[in-house]
């Protein structure tokens, strides 16, 4: 996603007490950035904040790591969450901020860390072959989260595009993930939206009678 250069990104993440500018000085020690033990969820691809800062508010027993390569991206992201829990009353005190990428993402998590469960929402479907590689849920990306994740433990991805989301469930199924959850319309199935909130993009896309695709994958041994 494009996003116009922000002046006022940088210097606001350089004060706000969620950005975490040394990502790697916490890698195998998440846990003490956020002062307790409760679990750490993850969300590759964080985009504008909204869907992180709702998870955040809808659970406080969890501690949550929002990624996003674009500095400008987090910029608007830290404002939105800000707004969100100013207009609840509540202090951010389980939202880590994170600028990476995402291909080098064990330089800053590590099994240790204890990753839950990691959240893609709406990310780039990048459609021609050359550039699929640099898909969320590419068979490479997913090596590096069967890394992060034990058996058991769930990556949940959302997207409008349907090219990416068929090609994507033949990803996990290769890479030892198993789907437990499918919908290809969320909005109209049993999936609780308190377990998935509504982002910008898919308030949009739905606006446009774009049905909205949602799986759940477990990681499970590789045959």
Not at 14 to 38: I, L, M, T
Not at 91 to 103: G, P, S, T
Not at 137 to 158: A, I, M, S, V
Request: glycine residues 6%; hydrophobic residues 35%; charged residues 30%.
């Amino acid at each position: 996603m494009r996003i116009r250069k922000k002046k006022w990104a940088e210097p606001e993440l350089a004060v706000c007490d969620f950005y975490v500018a040394e990502p790697k000085s916490f890698r195998g020690r998440w846990k003490q950035f956020f002062g307790n033990d409760k679990p750490i969820m993850l969300e590759v691809g964080c985009g504008k904040g909204s869907f992180v800062g709702q998870m955040a508010l809808l659970h406080p027993e969890i501690n949550f790591i929002a990624v996003d390569i674009k500095l400008d991206m987090l910029g608007v992201g830290r404002r939105n969450i800000v707004k969100l829990f100013d207009n609840s009353g509540r202090e951010i005190n389980n939202i880590a901020l994170v600028r990476y990428n995402v291909d080098m993402l064990t330089e800053v998590l590590a099994p240790e860390d204890k990753i839950q469960r990691i959240y893609i929402n709406f990310c780039n479907p990048w459609p021609r072959d050359k550039h699929k590689k640099r898909r969320l849920t590419h068979p490479r990306k997913l090596k590096l989260y069967r890394e992060l994740l034990k058996d058991g433990q769930e990556l949940h991805f959302k997207t409008d595009d349907d090219e990416l989301f068929d090609e994507s469930l033949g990803y996990f199924s290769n890479e030892g993930f198993e789907i437990v959850t499918l919908t290809r319309d969320l909005h109209n199935s049993d999936v609780d939206p308190n377990t998935t909130p509504m982002t910008e993009h898919e308030k949009m896309f739905s606006d446009e009678g774009i049905k909205i695709k949602y799986c759940v994958a477990k990681k499970v041994q590789k045959g």
